[in-house]
């Protein structure tokens, strides 16, 4: 079956970066896009932006073009997720999902805090 | 950005009442292609989100028959024929016509 499976929990100071991981089984990896949504803390989601899987090249959210950055390592089937020199408002849960049949996966807890 | 305004944004329903979740669009969400792409998510308490309905109407196979979805251009409606436990969450409406894609701030299904 369909699953987009990703890394666990991270706890990281202002200042600091972190790549967090998204791997797919189940269907082609370069046949659909992979999302990225961002859940602050009791909030609603927003959308990041996505990656083409076929060439690698990402596009992002007016709100995310600085210091996001999302890659992939298609031989893995795994989409990643970094963020640099991380701030409080950062600190939110980090959703990816792939483009058509909207399958998500199950999140990844990102907080800030010196 | 293309605004969803989703209401009520709470709901208290017992077992076995319909429900209706009204989500509005600040501009026509039918495409180029000719397809609307307005979805309906359900994000239950401490999970990720779910998917239940593509391109305003169309249930995914696992979602049950007591979910549907209608509306066209900027209105949309995602109604449930009788709310069952399994259904208490949020339930979001997000748009994949223009970029950047955008969620309405969601509806509160709680049970009475």
């Known amino acids: 079956q369909i699953q987009l499976v990703q890394s666990g929990p991270e706890l990281k100071k202002p200042g600091e970066s972190v790549k967090i991981s998204c791997k797919a089984s189940g269907y082609t990896f370069t046949d659909y896009a992979m999302n990225w949504v961002k859940q602050a803390p009791g909030n609603g989601l927003k959308w990041m932006g996505w990656i083409n899987t076929q060439t690698g090249k990402p596009t992002y959210a007016d709100d995310f073009k600085q210091r996001f950055v999302f890659s992939l390592e298609t031989s893995a089937s795994t989409a990643y997720l970094q963020i640099n020199n991380l701030n409080i408002e950062d600190t939110a849960t980090y959703f990816c999902?792939?483009?058509?049949?909207?399958?998500w996966g199950q999140g990844v807890m990102v907080t800030v805090s010196s | 950005d293309v605004v969803m305004t989703q209401t009520p944004v709470s709901l208290s329903l017992a077992i076995g009442q319909p429900a209706s979740i009204s989500c509005k669009s600040s501009?026509?969400?039918?495409?180029?292609?000719?397809?609307?792409?307005l979805n309906w998510i359900l994000q239950r308490p401490g999970q990720s989100p779910k998917r239940l309905i593509y391109q305003v109407s169309k249930l995914y196979s696992e979602v049950p028959d007591r979910f549907s979805g209608s509306g066209s251009e900027t209105e949309f409606t995602l109604k449930i024929s009788r709310v069952e436990a399994e259904d208490l969450g949020v339930y979001y409406c997000w748009q994949g016509t223009h970029f950047p894609y955008t969620f309405g701030a969601g509806t509160k299904l709680e049970l009475k």
């Open positions: 999902t792939r483009s058509g049949s909207g399958y």
């Open positions: 501009q026509s969400l039918l495409g180029t292609s000719g397809k609307t792409f």
